[in-house]
Every structure is written in structure tokens, then in C-alpha cells.
């Protein structure tokens, strides 16, 4: 009788045990769910703020692009102009100059639009900061669960 009593104590804390280890399994894939639901949210929430940040200097870079392959056009048709009419009135070396006078002034605005635009991917770094966060206490949890 008394080894029938201690044989079941120990079969109920074996199951006792067998159901904290499935509830632990099942927590911990709840918390992961959970983790992996609010990084997207916070992804996006980042998303968000670099695309506001983010689209003025894309519409600068398109537009002073444009420019830029504009005057790179009426410079090769005022280089061309100008190597016709060398000997002759030289309309094409003003074409070049206004060329070349809007290309500098793209370059410097691409320059300074990209910087800008540079700075708005720092939004990612609270993303990134709290994925930092949420794999470590992954591998503690799964270091310790064993213990």
C-alpha cells in the first residue's frame, strides 16, 4: 500500500510535469506570437515615418534628376552646335554654358537631397533596437527553459 500511494504521488507529478512543460511550450509560443506581431506593427509604425520623411526628398531627387538629364541633352546639342558653327556665331557655347550651369545645380541639390534622405532611415533603428531586444530574451528563454 505504501509503495502503491508513493507510485501515484509520483505519477501526478509526473503528469503535473508533463502539463508545466506543454503549458511552458505553449506560453512561450503565445509571447513569441505576440513578439513577432507587435515588431511587425513597429516595423511598419517606422515605415511610416520614413516614407513622410522620405518623400520630399524623393520628389527633389526626380525633379532636380530631370533637370539634370535635360541639361545634359542641350548640352551634347549645344557641344554639337558649337563644333557646326566653329568659325561662326557661337550659340551653342551659351546652350553649353546653361547646360552645364544646370547639371552643378542638380548635383549639389542630389547631394543635399540625399543627405536628407539618408537621415530618414534612423526611424529603423528603433526597430531594429527592439528586435535586438526581443531575439536576446528568445535565446535566454530557451537557454534557461531547461533549468
Not at 115 to 143: C, G, H, M, P
Request: glycine residues 10%.
Amino acid at each position: 500500500m505504501v509503495h502503491q500511494t508513493l507510485g501515484n504521488g509520483l505519477g501526478y507529478a509526473r503528469d503535473k510535469q508533463n502539463e508545466g512543460v506543454i503549458g511552458g511550450v505553449s506560453s512561450f509560443g503565445a509571447d513569441l506570437a505576440t513578439l513577432a506581431t507587435l515588431q511587425a506593427q513597429l516595423a511598419a509604425c517606422d515605415m511610416r515615418d520614413c516614407a513622410k520623411q522620405a518623400v520630399p526628398s524623393l520628389a527633389g531627387l526626380i525633379a532636380f534628376g530631370t533637370i539634370g538629364v535635360a541639361s545634359t541633352v542641350v548640352g551634347l546639342a549645344g557641344l554639337a552646335l558649337w563644333l557646326a558653327e566653329v568659325f561662326q556665331a557661337r550659340p551653342g557655347i551659351t546652350m553649353m554654358v546653361v547646360a552645364i550651369a544646370g547639371l552643378v545645380i542638380s548635383a549639389l541639390a542630389a547631394f543635399f537631397l540625399t543627405r536628407t534622405l539618408s537621415r530618414s532611415f534612423t526611424y529603423f533603428r528603433r526597430s531594429q533596437e527592439e528586435f535586438d531586444r526581443n531575439f536576446a530574451w528568445i535565446k535566454t528563454t530557451l537557454v534557461y527553459s531547461g533549468r
